[in-house]
Every structure is written in C-alpha cells, then in structure tokens.
C-alpha cells in the first residue's frame, strides 16, 4: 500500500497542529487514539519497541517535573517540606493533571514524526517540493526521519553492549548511569558519522550546483484524495470548534468543566470520526478491488 506524500503530510501535519492548537484532554485522547489506529494499519507495532523506550522516558519527565516545577493549584495532593527561595513543595491534583496532559501531547508529537518517517520516503517528499524550497525541505525531511533511525541505533548499541557483558540494570545506579551515558556517546558519534557521509555524499552528487533532477513520479489516487479531503475538514472543523472555544480547558487555578454541553460532545464526536475516516479507507483498500482499480 503506497500514498503520495502530500497525503500523508497533510493528514499528520494537520493532526499534529490541531494537537498544538488544543489543550482539552478529551481531545489529546483522541489524537492519540487515531494516531494508534494508524500505528495498527500502517503494521507499525512491531517497531515500536525502542521508539516506546525513548518516548515514554521524555513523557515521565515532563508528568514528573510539572508537578514539582509548578505549585498552582487549589487541590494539594502532598505537603512538601519547604525549600529555601524555592518555597514550599506542595503537588497540586491541577499541575499533577497539567503535566499529564502535556505528556499525553508531547507523546502524540512523537508518534506523529515517528509514523510519518516510517512511512513517507525522504527523498521522494523531497523530489516532490524541492524545486519550491530545497534547502528547507531537505533539512525538515531529515528532521522528521531522525527519530526513528536514532531509535533503530539506540536498539542496535544496546543489543552489542549487551552481547559484550554490559549490564544497564542490577548494578548498582552509578554503574547504570555510566553504561547508559555510554550509549549515549555511541549514539552521538553514530550521528555525527551519518552528517558527515551524508554531508560527502551530497558533495559527490554537486548538490547546489545547478537545478535538481527528479526521479520519481508519484501519483495521486483516490485513496490519497480521500485521506486529504479528511484532513482539510477535520481542519476546517477544529477550527470552528476553536472559534467556539471547544478546544479550551482550563487547569489553574482549579479544573474546568470536562464537557460543557451536548454540541461541543458532538463536535468532539465529528472530529473523532473525520480523522478516523482515513484508517478505514486504508482497510477498505486492503479489501475491495475498486480502490486499488482507482489508485
């Protein structure tokens, strides 16, 4: 199953701006639903092991250090000892709430590059808009495909420590530090590594020096239309929720009602199922025959 990239980068770009443009959690959720839906049809789950790893990690600490950063709030949960210019370090239930709210967000990020890298081809993303921005589309694809290939290196230094005899649990927190900041040297030279080849490799092929050829020829089927008239509406439709203020919640000083009324439950349900849309068309594509006759 091949998409256009425009398709794709529409319909993850506009996820991943709607998840900017909310701070509901009722939202958030949503997203993120869509986004593991997509995991299942695209037959990511598999890879998402060491992805999982990474993302989780930076999601705790935004869920932990909120709480303890940020002391606004009502309804205290635990009475801190007091810390000189500091102040006192009560955990609200609102920062609590506010930074697992951001983590859910943050997460979505991540699994929306991760999603994206594993499915859209740099290079043809690349070939498609280069004659527009070259430069600034070579650095975003590169960026979006980042995290899954750090993640890839990350599983792949780990197992070789590993086989070596290198243990990052059972001995002791200053030896786990100092394993783990081992993987973190290796994954930095590995990076660097790939810039510099990367780097070589557009020198040999006289990047810059004159117009770009192309070599790939996308076409934009039926499937890719449906997917892209999902995401302009979910669009167009977040939009006039965010006019109503259906978008909103507020955490301090105290939490705000989770649903106002009946419209703003049913825009919740019209967004849900717009940006859902393209998970089934994917599915009926693996199905029906008239699909893949139009595409």
């Not at 398709?7 to 909310?22: A, E, H, R, W």
């Not at 934009?220 to 977040?238: K, M, R, T």
């Not at 849900?272 to 693996?286: A, D, E, H, Q, R």
Request: hydrophobic letters at 50%; a positive charge; charged letters at 15%.
């Amino acid at each position: 199953m091949s998409f256009h990239p425009i398709s794709i980068t529409l319909y993850i770009g506009v996820l991943l701006l709607l998840s900017f443009l909310t701070v509901h959690p009722v939202l958030l959720i949503l997203f993120l639903l869509d986004l593991i839906l997509i995991t299942v049809s695209f037959n990511l789950i598999s890879h998402l092991k060491s992805f999982m790893k990474f993302s989780l990690l930076m999601v705790l600490t935004v869920v932990v250090l909120n709480p303890l950063l940020s002391h606004s709030g009502q309804t205290v949960l635990v009475f801190g000892p007091y810390i000189p210019i500091i102040g006192r370090l009560d955990i609200t239930l609102e920062a609590l709430l506010y930074g697992i709210n951001m983590g859910i967000r943050m997460f979505i990020v991540l699994l929306g590059f991760y999603i994206y890298g594993s499915v859209v081809n740099s290079d043809k993303m690349f070939s498609l808009i280069s004659r527009f921005a070259g430069k600034s589309i070579l650095i975003t694809a590169m960026a979006f495909r980042m995290v899954p290939k750090m993640a890839k290196k990350l599983k792949t230094a780990s197992e070789a420590q590993m086989a070596r005899g290198v243990k990052f649990q059972g001995r002791g927190k200053i030896a786990n530090v100092k394993n783990t900041l081992s993987l973190v040297k290796i994954i930095v030279v590995s990076a660097l590594e790939d810039s510099i080849e990367t780097a070589e490799s557009m020198y040999i092929r006289a990047y810059g020096s004159g117009p770009r050829s192309s070599y790939f020829y996308e076409k934009f089927g039926l499937l890719d239309g449906l997917i892209s008239i999902n995401a302009v509406f979910s669009l167009f439709l977040s939009m006039f929720g965010l006019f109503k203020g259906w978008n909103s919640f507020s955490f301090y000083p105290e939490l705000s009602t989770i649903l106002k009324d009946l419209d703003q439950l049913v825009y919740f349900f019209l967004v849900f199922i717009s940006l859902t849309l393209p998970v089934f068309y994917c599915w009926g594509y693996k199905r029906w025959r008239f699909m893949k006759l139009k595409t």
